[in-house]
């Protein structure tokens, strides 16, 4: 798609190169110019507010996907905040029970995990099913 922008890019810069050559610098008919100078800033305009408009929807993608990249990185440090509290879990109170000839009894009461610890937030993590639609489509295809 990058690539698409690019070709579409230089195809109008040398069609409006040509467009100007033929114009102004090859001299046309004096009717050609007459109506040349309503052309050329109308056309200009056009290409002026395409481009802003394409410079608007590429900004709006890239913000996408810098939020899509934070929230996969939100989600992963929480996955392994929780990995890091049930391996410690394990080696401090899991481990030691596991050695003794009664370990559901010797167990010994812990407090609860910390409500205060991040959560994964599945809602900002929806473009992930997205993408894996999509990239079903293809494997399947």
């Known amino acids: ?17 040509a467009l100007y050559t033929w114009l102004f610098v090859a001299g046309p008919p004096a009717a050609w110019k007459e109506w040349s100078e309503g052309l ?7 290409a002026g507010a395409w481009l802003a408009f394409r410079y608007n929807i590429q900004q709006k993608e ?4 810098q939020a899509n990249i934070a929230a996969g990185n939100a989600a992963l440090f929480t996955l392994f905040q929780q990995l890091n509290f049930l391996s410690h879990y394990q080696i401090d109170i ?15 009461a812990t407090l609860p995990y910390p409500e205060d610890e991040p959560a994964v937030r599945f809602g900002s993590l929806d473009f992930l099913l997205k993408r894996k ?6 494997l399947l295809n």
Do not use: W
């Open 1 to 17: 798609m990058d690539d698409n922008r690019y070709v579409i890019g230089i195809l109008l810069a040398v069609a409006f190169t």
């Open 62 to 65: 890239n913000e996408v996907r």
């Open 94 to 108: 899991v481990e030691p029970a596991r050695k003794s000839k009664q370990p559901y009894l010797d167990l010994h």
């Open 40 to 46: 050329v800033p109308l056309v200009a305009a056009f």
């Open 133 to 138: 639609a999509a990239m079903s489509r293809k």
